[in-house]
């Protein structure tokens, strides 16, 4: 694929670098040329220094041919602008932007964007740590985000089918890890000492 990442601080560095390695044709923009020293010695990809909202500047980074942008600069302003202008001028199939403020996310998707905000999510999982849960995953699917996360089987539960073990609100158990191996969610599965549940949630990225 190719890939624009706009902005070249820490993550922007770091999410270049990886994609770089997985063989995609990156092109990262920052409109400070020494923050791409953060680029390891070895990255394959480009770099373009100029103004990332500017049409030209995107033009010389090939979003003309983009498959994704992504915008991660540390101005949640800067990067709507750059992700509207990808989506609605040249047609960017994938344009996903993160932002720091969880109470301006709604202005990105009433432009139809695509969002990630490490506000929320760390808020969440630091909540998950105090209570005690275990530590969880995230996954973006068609602009929501989806955790995921395993708690042991309570010993109120065991013995019992799965049909009959309610999760909390706004939750739903993907699957039943047995003996090390995930099988996913069935009625008729028989939970028993030592099986973990695999609940999902939709986080409410809002709040």
């Known amino acids: 694929m190719h890939i624009i990442v706009v902005g070249c601080g820490k993550v922007g560095s770091k999410l270049a670098q990886v994609l770089s390695e997985e063989g995609h044709d990156v092109v990262i923009v ?33 979003i003309e041919t983009a498959d994704a942008l992504t915008a991660v600069t540390p101005d949640d302003n800067v990067n709507i602008m750059a992700c509207q202008v990808a989506k609605e001028i040249f047609k960017v199939p994938r344009v996903i932007a993160r932002i720091y403020n969880p109470a301006r996310e709604h202005v990105f998707h009433e432009f139809g964007l695509e969002t990630i905000c490490p506000t929320n999510i760390t808020a969440d999982a630091i909540k998950d740590r105090i209570l005690g849960k275990a530590e969880r995953t995230e996954h973006v699917i068609e602009g929501e985000v989806i955790s995921f996360r395993e708690e042991k089987v309570s010993k109120h ?9 309610k999760p909390e609100n706004g939750c739903l ?18 939970l028993d000492k030592g099986d973990v549940l695999v609940v999902a949630e939709r986080l409410d990225l809002e709040r």
């Open 157 to 165: 539960d065991e013995g019992k089918k799965l049909g009959s073990v």
């Open 173 to 190: 158990i993907f699957g039943v890890v047995k003996n090390g191996k995930l099988v996913l969610a069935n009625p008729d599965i028989e």
């Open 30 to 62: 920052d409109n400070d040329r020494n923050s791409f020293k953060l680029l390891g010695a070895d990255f394959r990809g480009i770099t373009v220094t100029g103004v990332p909202i500017d049409q030209d500047v995107l033009r010389q980074a090939g």
